[in-house]
């Protein structure tokens, strides 16, 4: 599996917006890269995925460096609900989803 | 509620008990896992079913035995076991073929301590 490397914590201030930083070096041509988060006491959602292009949705922003060795999950305003770990996972097509340990982010109010 | 049911959401059992651990989806979903998360370790994954089909079994103790009766339930049936398989069970569900792109709804997971 195509491993990825992430920030074991990060703190950001209530309303401001917050770089999740991932390192995925090794990405083949095929992989995607997916964004999972887990709120305490709680399973893992879905947050957005992308292959090459930068992609928006309601809940984020994830921007995908050209060469793909990169990649940055954006939440443009964080509030204290968006406190949680934070997963970077590359992930083929159908492939089994694995994570690795994510970036623990605390929100300070 | 993400359409992905894990019940109980917590249980206490001793090292001689033999319990189950249910999950149910409604989400049409043909894939259906469980993943083991301890104390401070990354999630494991356990067992993948397709189309009721296990496909996948990541050297799991015997002891924990799975079961697939359709698409849409997941069990997980424990007996013997050890304190150090105290953890948050989490079941999810995914729909596998398609484009492929589709990701994994989790339910809220079963708080499991053995005692």
């Known amino acids: 599996d195509a491993k990825t490397t992430q920030p074991n914590s990060m703190e950001s201030n209530e309303e401001e917006p917050v770089h999740l930083p991932c390192n995925h070096s090794?990405?083949?041509?095929?992989?995607?890269i997916h964004w999972y988060r887990q709120l305490p006491s709680q399973g893992p959602e879905y947050v957005i995925h992308?292959?090459?292009s930068n992609v928006n949705n309601r809940m984020a922003s994830l921007a995908i460096a050209e060469d793909r060795k990169s990649s940055t999950l954006i939440l443009h305003r964080a509030t204290l609900r968006d406190a949680a770990v934070y997963y970077c996972?590359?992930?083929?097509?159908?492939?089994?989803?694995?994570f690795g340990k994510g970036t623990r982010l605390h929100i300070l109010p | 509620e993400t359409g992905v049911t894990q019940t109980p959401r917590h249980l206490v059992m001793g090292m001689t008990n033999k319990k189950s651990l249910k999950c149910e989806q409604h989400?049409?979903?043909?894939?259906m896992y469980w993943y083991k998360q301890s104390a401070k370790k990354p999630l494991e994954l356990m067992f993948v079913?397709?189309?009721?089909?296990?496909?996948e079994n990541n050297s799991v103790p015997s002891r924990f035995s799975p079961e697939c009766p359709n698409s849409s339930h997941l069990f997980l049936h424990l007996h013997t076991l050890q304190p150090e398989d105290s953890a948050l069970y989490l079941c999810?569900?995914?729909?596998?073929?398609?484009?492929?792109?589709?990701?994994?709804?989790f339910g809220s997971g079963t708080r499991l301590t053995v005692v």
């Open positions: 079913y397709n189309f009721k089909e296990q496909t």
């Open positions: 992308g292959l090459t």
């Open positions: 996972i590359l992930r083929d097509r159908d492939d089994k989803i694995i």
């Open positions: 090794t990405i083949s041509g095929t992989d995607y």
């Open positions: 999810a569900s995914s729909q596998v073929g398609g484009r492929g792109l589709d990701g994994y709804t």
């Open positions: 989400l049409g979903h043909n894939a």
